[in-house]
């Protein structure tokens, strides 16, 4: 009984590598919430100034169809994950960096950052060492500060855009939306 346990437990904790917990699905369904089109366009395109870009590196920008080429190299969903949460937390600050204090998308974007640094506690078990090294390296990139070579004008909806699409693709079918 004891051999059939240990082999159920280790398959699971295999298979959770692949499969959201259910403590990145909640948050991430408190953060498609928040990142409904109404409040985006409100708060990322109403407030700002006609044709307003944020100043990004070229890392910072995650699309579906950079997500689609990382799958087709074999990379994990939970790789995946984990470089979509740090992109698109990287992507929030960018955003609230630009932002006084009293400008009204500030509390927006605070309570977008409170949200991922709850979920970055999920994924705090996660070391860089985990995840394959294309991944780990794209996240190196995303958190050096030297990389002013490399920077983009970016709009800050269309950051925001992207961040909910490669979320839907990510953690549609794992948290069952």
Same mark, same amino acid.
């Given at each position: ?54 100043? #990004?590196?070229?890392?910072?920008? %995650?699309?579906? +169809?950079?997500?689609?080429?990382? /799958?087709?190299?074999? *990379?994990?969903?939970? @790789? ?54 294309? #991944?780990?390296?794209?996240?190196? %990139?995303?958190? +050096?500060?030297?990389?002013?070579? /490399?920077?983009?004008? *970016?709009?800050?909806? @269309? ?19």
């Amino acid at each position: 009984m004891q051999q059939g346990y240990a082999a159920v437990l280790c398959v699971l904790a295999v298979m959770g590598l692949e499969a959201a917990a259910p403590g990145e699905c909640e948050l991430t369904r408190l953060l498609q919430d928040k990142l409904q089109y109404e409040m985006r366009l409100q708060y990322m395109k109403h407030y700002f100034p006609i044709d307003y870009t944020v100043q #990004v590196q070229y890392e910072e920008v %995650l699309r579906p +169809s950079n997500i689609t080429r990382l /799958r087709n190299g074999t *990379v994990s969903e939970a @790789a995946l994950r984990y470089l979509w949460f740090h992109v698109s937390s990287q992507a929030v600050l960018r955003i609230r960096e630009v932002l006084p204090e009293k400008h009204p998308s500030w509390k927006y974007t605070q309570e977008l950052c409170q949200l991922f640094d709850a979920l970055g506690k999920e994924y705090s078990k996660y070391r860089q060492t985990d995840v394959e090294a294309v #991944v780990a390296d794209l996240v190196k %990139l995303v958190h +050096s500060a030297g990389a002013e070579s /490399r920077r983009k004008a *970016v709009r800050p909806k @269309a950051l925001l855009d992207n961040c909910l699409k490669v979320m839907r693709m990510l953690y549609g079918v794992p948290c069952e939306w």
